[in-house]
């Protein structure tokens, strides 16, 4: 940068860190300093480029490796009631017995619920959550008040949740109509709030849980009101099996033959595909929200290295585990791995990097600011400590981050400008209040649900 275009003065200035960009022409710094005025970039250089400009604020950065926020594009926090129990019940809260359903959740233990999990979220890096589930009108500013970024929808569908756990699908228009509504009107109210950290898309649960007559009032409601469409798309034989019942064609075909299938789709998972759906969804340029670690843990491998091939954009997420997105690269890499049977060199940290930043912010069409730690962009930094043993020898800090690193290594963490974490502490946040209530909201619901 020319000393004509320098800032001579910025708000937080963070000084001699290791930083990894996202950007391709500059992917790593080793020295690196970054600059913040307002909730924008304004300084990313070598320490060398120049003298530091005159700082409001400076944060020590020797010893931190500086990168853009994760993106976590499907995630559902109020599901952190699941923890280390519904993982080994072969399948999602919703389709299984005997665990709380969310029509049987209250407003204020979702907000519990939904607190602890953007807690987590925020604490491991992750600058933006993409969340789905139930009473979203007092969960989302419930957690954008954390500091994060929050996109958010209500679980859409026009199936009675109550029924599917007994194995019935039923279909009710009214159910339909009221969880639409619900999210348009949340979209009318919350869209830009939070000094723009909040937006809304339209959480359609599942293929097999909304009938194709209101995947077809979604698909109007996407395009009316401009609103991306998030789902769940393909996660399981049993929903392929019943959409190939209900409808002669895969969950992908459907959604193409509806004009749902296209590059403001938003399809977590992802994993039962045969060779056309995989054509479809490439040719469509959707985007995947690949949940790895969910998904190995259930005994599937989506076909990312195929779809990728393909023309989708591969974007990462944790679904309703541990929020740690450093984790999530990691297995998203040996996923690749797996099925490739080899190391390839387009499968390596710098791709799953990708996916974790860049690739979650153009998920969701935020790519022109979000992503990457370039001036101009917004003001979203993550300090990693790489003062650690498992960071040493550090010799590739991207590979040793991504085959190392932890969320726990987290130290600090800037949103639109605004320090959010400060050193492994969330910024006026009493996190033991929310891990205490989230404790006791999990507690009566295990207990309602088995009685």
């Known amino acids: 940068m020319s000393d004509a275009r320098r800032p001579s003065h ?38 060398e480029d120049g003298p530091p400009p005159i700082a409001a604020q400076t944060i020590g950065g020797r010893g931190m490796l500086a990168i853009p926020g994760l993106m976590n594009v499907h995630t559902h926090s109020v599901l952190s009631l699941m923890r280390g129990t519904a993982e080994d019940m072969g399948f999602a809260p919703a389709y299984t017995k005997g665990v709380p359903q969310g029509h049987v ?15 987590e979220s925020l604490k491991f890096g992750s600058t933006l959550i993409n969340d789905m589930y139930v009473h979203v009108e007092e969960t989302l500013p419930a957690m954008a008040e954390l500091g994060l970024r929050v996109v958010a929808s209500d679980r859409i569908h026009d199936v009675d949740f109550s029924r599917v756990s007994q194995g019935l699908w039923v279909y009710d228009a009214a159910i339909g109509r009221r ?8 979209a009318d109210r919350y869209q830009g709030s939070f000094d723009g950290r909040v937006n809304v898309v339209i959480g359609a649960h599942a293929p097999d849980t909304c009938s194709r007559d209101f995947l077809m009032e979604i698909r109007a409601a996407s395009e009316r009101h401009g609103l991306r469409v998030s789902t769940h798309l393909s996660q399981s034989k049993l929903e392929v099996d019943f959409i190939q ?11 193409d033959d509806i004009g749902l299938l296209n590059d403001r789709l938003i399809a977590a998972h992802c994993i039962v595909l045969n060779d056309s759906d995989i054509a ?12 790895p670690k969910g998904n190995a843990g259930g005994g599937m491998i989506a076909p990312t290295r195929r779809l990728r091939a393909a023309g989708a954009n591969l974007a990462l997420a944790t679904d309703n585990l541990l929020g740690d997105m ?81 969320g ?16 492994e502490a969330a910024v006026g946040v009493d996190e033991a209040a929310i891990m205490a209530d989230a404790q006791k909201a999990s507690e009566n619901l295990w207990r309602r649900a088995a009685a």
Do not use: Y
């Open 10 to 47: 910025v708000d937080i200035l963070i000084e001699d860190a290791h930083i990894l960009t996202g950007d391709l022409m500059r992917p790593s710094i080793p020295h690196g300093r970054i600059g913040t005025s307002g909730n924008r970039l304004v300084l990313v250089e070598a320490v």
């Open 105 to 119: 959740i209250s407003a204020a233990e979702a907000v519990a619920l939904a607190r602890l999990g953007a807690l």
């Open 179 to 186: 969880s639409l509504d619900r999210c348009l009107a949340l």
């Open 245 to 255: 019942e209900r409808e002669g064609c895969t969950p992908t075909e459907l959604l």
């Open 280 to 291: 479809r969804a490439g040719a469509a340029g959707i985007n995947v929200a690949h949940v």
């Open 326 to 406: 450093v984790e999530a690269m990691r297995w998203a890499l040996c996923i690749g791995r797996l099925q490739a049977g080899t190391v390839e060199p387009d499968w390596q940290p710098e791709d799953v990097f990708a996916m974790a930043t860049m690739n979650g912010a153009r998920a969701l069409g935020l790519d022109g600011e979000l992503g990457s730690l370039v001036p101009g962009r917004k003001a979203d930094v993550v300090l990693m400590h790489i003062d650690r043993p498992s960071f040493v020898p550090l010799i590739d800090p991207l590979g040793n981050l991504v085959h190392c690193g932890q």
């Open 408 to 423: 726990s290594n987290v130290r600090d963490v800037i949103v639109d400008g605004v320090i959010r974490v400060r050193d």
